[in-house]
């Protein structure tokens, strides 16, 4: 996210920039100095990152290239832009430098919109993976899985094998009545993972760096190398306060020291598992989560 926020502050600055280009250096030059089809060309390039965005980099250059080269096509025919307008300029090359600045309009503009377009598809994979580790994974496209079947039926054939095909329609009345619950389900796994990394990250905060937070289930693995029996309980109750205080969420911690108690990482996890367990807290249901943490997602 921290990307994506990076990337689209820089293109709203960049794109305030260049809208206003003209109004910026009217007091100096007064001339028409950006064409007027030169606007639409670098909309263009936003607009082919975001309505295409998992375009390969050779791909996307060349569309860039393309647009870029239209505007050559559209600079060099259109007769109502002198190319000499830059009058104020001493040197010969004006219209060159003007033609060139317009270029990289277009190509810088494409270019930062892309990179929205890319921290997008991250947020899209990332909270595809959340719901698709819910749901054991996204259903494979039949011309993936064609060749599979056709190898198999062979096989049936060659060897004699009994083998059967099912097909499967979906109501569409039925499917469109199922999405309000599906969706509620999908904001329920996503919530629950966010509250769950909130957690991960105040007990990450709240131990030292060679310390190693694990999640197992809905539970914590902390492990604390170096720490004594006289040092765990400090250390537990201000694990417990954090997450009270910052998420508002209520955790019982259990506890097991080697070599006071066991002598093995199984057995150590299993007491401490143990300890947890006694007198434990009902988990927590999506929606008894603090507001305050559902407003943060």
């Known amino acids: ?7 689209t502050i820089l293109a709203v600055i960049w794109l305030t920039a260049l809208f206003n280009l003209e109004r910026i250096l009217s007091y100096q030059i ?3 100095l950006i064409q007027s089809g030169t606007y639409i060309f670098v909309i263009t390039s936003a607009l082919v990152p975001l309505l295409f965005p998992r375009l390969n980099r050779r791909t996307f250059a060349v569309v860039l290239a393309a647009i870029a080269g239209s505007f050559l096509v559209n600079w060099y025919l259109d007769p109502d832009w002198e190319r000499t307008v830059a009058a104020e300029f001493v040197h010969l090359n004006a219209a060159v430098v003007l033609l060139l600045l317009q270029i990289s309009m277009i190509v810088v503009t494409g270019l930062l919109v ?9 947020f899209e994979d990332v909270i595809a993976q959340i719901i698709y580790s819910h749901l054991g994974g996204p259903a494979r496209p039949f011309d993936e899985e064609q060749s599979v079947m056709y190898r198999e039926v062979r096989r049936a054939v060659r060897y004699g094998r009994p083998l059967a095909v099912v097909a499967v329609t979906v109501d569409e009345a039925s499917l469109s009545g199922a999405v309000p619950r599906i969706v509620e389900e999908i904001q329920q796994a996503m919530l629950k993972e966010f509250t769950l990394a909130k957690i991960a990250g105040l007990l990450t905060e709240n131990t030292f760096d060679c310390d190693i937070v694990a999640l197992s289930g809905n539970n914590f693995i902390v492990l604390l190398p170096e720490a004594s029996a006289q040092d765990v309980p400090k250390i537990t109750r201000r694990l417990e306060a954090a997450v009270q205080q910052k998420l508002g969420i209520a955790v019982k911690t259990g506890t097991a020291t080697l070599p006071d108690e066991a002598t093995t990482f199984d057995r ?12 434990r807290l009902q988990p927590a249901s999506v929606s008894s989560i603090p507001d305050r943490v559902r407003n943060e997602v």
Do not use: G, T
Request: charged share 30%.
């Open 30 to 32: 007064e001339a028409n």
């Open 1 to 7: 996210m921290k990307r994506l926020r990076f990337w």
């Open 114 to 122: 892309r990179q929205i377009a890319n921290s997008l598809i991250e």
């Open 268 to 279: 150590l996890i299993e007491l401490a598992m143990a300890q947890a367990r006694q007198d």
